[in-house]
């Protein structure tokens, strides 16, 4: 069986620097939601000299827009969306010190430099599972953009949030890899 590894968000560079492509990780800490509007409002706000509304630095940004929370919970479905529609943004954040993205599917070969660059992490977390994901998130708030809705940037506290490294800062891509040792079977 996999070694499951276990890392804390925000991301410090000593318990990342061994995380490789097709490792298992759970990560429990802070983490920040943003999609497409999200992310667009961030890029508009550096283009004008202004600041962000997160710091960057060792953070992880989880692509996903949630579900409405049923009552008692803190939200409702929070499966990743497709990780490639930020692709045009993510590597300006990775230079401003974001360590980790989670998503699905593959990356630009800017953002994968761009991880590598900076000694980040991209993840991918299951695509239909965003049901099963949303138990692993113990806390939701809105911290900026709240006319975005669902695509607002949120600050979640997770507890062992499943998620598989995809790329690491060695230049690896498990969506390469994989494919070359299935072409061996």
């Known amino acids: 069986m996999e070694e499951r590894i276990k890392i804390t968000a925000p991301l410090v560079e000593d318990e990342i620097k061994d995380l490789k ?3 298992y990780v759970y990560i429990t800490g802070t983490i920040y ?7 667009k ?5 550096l283009n004008a ?5 997160i710091d960057m630095e060792g953070n992880v940004i989880y692509y996903m827009g949630p579900s409405p ?9 929070a499966g990743p969306t497709t990780a490639s529609r930020m692709d045009k943004y993510a590597p300006r954040l990775l230079d401003l010190g974001l360590k980790g993205m989670i998503g699905k599917g593959k990356r630009s070969k800017e953002v994968l430099d761009a991880v590598v660059r900076n000694n980040a992490v ?4 299951v695509g239909g599972a ?3 994901l949303s138990k692993c998130i113990k806390a939701s708030e809105v911290i900026a953009y709240d006319d975005l809705g669902t695509e607002a940037i949120r600050k979640l506290t ?3 949030f499943p998620c598989i490294v995809v790329a690491d800062r060695y230049g690896n891509n498990l969506y390469e890899t994989a494919i070359e040792q299935f072409k061996k079977l």
Not at 49 to 53: A, Q, Y
Not at 69 to 77: F, L
């Open 49 to 53: 000299g202004e600041s962000l509304p």
């Open 122 to 125: 991209y993840f991918a977390a």
């Open 21 to 23: 492509s097709g490792d």
């Open 130 to 132: 965003g049901a099963i």
């Open 158 to 160: 997770v507890e062992d």
């Open 69 to 77: 929370a049923r009552e008692g919970r803190p939200i409702g479905s």
């Open 41 to 45: 409002r961030m890029d508009e706000a």
């Open 33 to 39: 939601t943003a999609r497409d509007a999200a992310h």
